[in-house]
């Protein structure tokens, strides 16, 4: 699977950003695909997941609320809406994509077998 993720870019602490993951390569329908977030020094962390059958989707506690992850099945792409957002949502945002992902494992980077390349998000004060 090749995924790309774009849409990112600055904001000021609350407004919105929309990032997009374009899922290629392989039946979409069969992917759980999560998005995972790293700030400068610090670990990749879980932010939000989607299985792209029967669309349970599970978040962070950081972001729930706030945002949204769905899908596109026009475009074969995975959405990340993000409100409200703070300085402490910057990092690089990451979409990893996976058949077979159980929901207790959905939080963690090993379940993912692909990975796109990151997108920066800035959030200034």
């Known amino acids: 699977v090749q995924l790309q993720a774009s849409g990112g870019g600055s904001v000021q602490a609350g407004g919105s950003l929309r990032l997009s993951c374009a899922v290629l390569g392989r039946t979409f329908n069969t992917l759980t695909v999560a998005w995972f977030r790293q700030a400068p020094g610090e670990e990749r962390n879980f932010v939000a997941a989607?299985?792209?059958?029967?669309?349970?989707?599970s978040y962070s506690d950081s972001v729930k609320g706030r945002f949204t992850i769905s899908r596109d099945n026009t475009k074969n792409t995975v959405n990340l809406q993000m409100h409200s957002l703070m300085p402490e949502d910057t990092a690089v945002y990451y979409c990893?994509?996976?058949?077979?992902?159980?929901?207790?494992?959905?939080?963690?980077?090993?379940?993912?077998?692909?990975w796109g390349r990151g997108t920066q998000v800035t959030v200034s004060s």
């Open positions: 989607i299985k792209l059958r029967g669309l349970s989707t």
């Open positions: 990893a994509a996976s058949p077979s992902v159980i929901l207790s494992n959905r939080h963690s980077q090993t379940a993912y077998s692909d």
